[in-house]
């Protein structure tokens, strides 16, 4: 497959999941995250389809286009991981719908950042029936990996629900 066609089909399957995951999510409560804001497009697309939600943009630098950032109220600047601990103050168990779009070149340490780091990290923001859309594999107890649409790749983005989030409820203060 050219890199091309590669590039198109990983936008694609972005598309889908995120407009899966906002149907799925319908009316349940809860905030919207995007962690890698990068050019903005997924952001962009997600304000779009989601226009009466809140929307928390984590990013380290901002490069995107002018039109595709956040108020200062809603971007966490800075290293992700950091700023998701920051977020549990105000967003521990609130999160309903998570896109986390944060891979560069190096695909082991994509991998072992999303799973060892990224993971436990937004565990505890989930809200139980969150969707997270990743471009990576995540470990995430309590969630489960959903089956991709017809005719996406396996292993080209993935899709979960935390149908019970433990830390999530323990956050934000519910009965574990
Ligand atoms: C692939 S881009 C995101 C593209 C975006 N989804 C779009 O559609 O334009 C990944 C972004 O994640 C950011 N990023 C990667 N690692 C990060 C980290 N540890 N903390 C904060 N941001 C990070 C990078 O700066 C980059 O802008």
Same mark, same amino acid.
């Given at each position: 497959?050219?890199?091309?066609?590669?590039?198109?089909?990983?936008?694609?399957?972005?598309?889908?999941?995120?407009?899966?995951?906002?149907?799925?999510?319908?009316?349940? !409560?809860?905030?919207?995250? !995007?962690?890698?804001?990068?050019?903005?497009?997924? %952001?962009?697309?997600?304000?779009?389809?989601?226009?009466?939600? !809140?929307?928390?943009?984590?990013?380290? !630098?901002?490069?995107?286009? =002018?039109?595709?950032?956040?108020?200062?109220?809603?971007?966490?600047?800075?290293?992700?991981?950091?700023?998701?601990?920051?977020?549990?103050?105000?967003?521990? @168990?609130?999160?309903?719908?998570?896109?986390?779009?944060?891979?560069? @070149?190096?695909?082991?340490?994509?991998?072992?950042?999303?799973?060892?780091?990224?993971?436990?990290?937004? $565990?505890?923001?989930?809200?139980?029936?969150? %969707?997270?859309?990743?471009?990576? =594999?995540?470990? $995430?107890? @309590?969630?489960?990996?959903?089956?991709?649409?017809?005719?996406?790749?396996?292993?080209? %983005?993935?899709? %979960?629900?935390?149908?019970? =989030?433990?830390?999530?409820?323990?956050?934000?203060?519910?009965?574990?």
């Amino acid at each position: 497959m050219s890199r091309l066609d590669s590039a198109i089909r990983r936008l694609q399957a972005q598309r889908d999941l995120l407009n899966q995951a906002a149907q799925d999510i319908g009316s349940m !409560e809860g905030v919207v995250l !995007e962690l890698g804001l990068g050019n903005g497009r997924t %952001y962009d697309h997600m304000r779009a389809i989601l226009p009466d939600r !809140e929307i928390y943009v984590f990013e380290r !630098e901002v490069r995107a286009h =002018p039109d595709c950032i956040p108020d200062d109220q809603h971007l966490f600047l800075g290293d992700v991981i950091d700023n998701l601990g920051l977020a549990r103050k105000t967003l521990a @168990g609130r999160a309903i719908l998570v896109h986390a779009d944060l891979g560069s @070149g190096d695909k082991d340490a994509n991998m072992a950042f999303a799973r060892n780091k990224l993971s436990p990290a937004l $565990l505890p923001l989930l809200a139980t029936g969150a %969707y997270v859309v990743s471009d990576q =594999p995540l470990s $995430l107890p @309590g969630a489960v990996m959903l089956p991709l649409p017809a005719g996406m790749d396996p292993d080209r %983005y993935h899709i %979960y629900r935390a149908d019970d =989030p433990p830390l999530a409820r323990r956050h934000a203060g519910r009965v574990a």
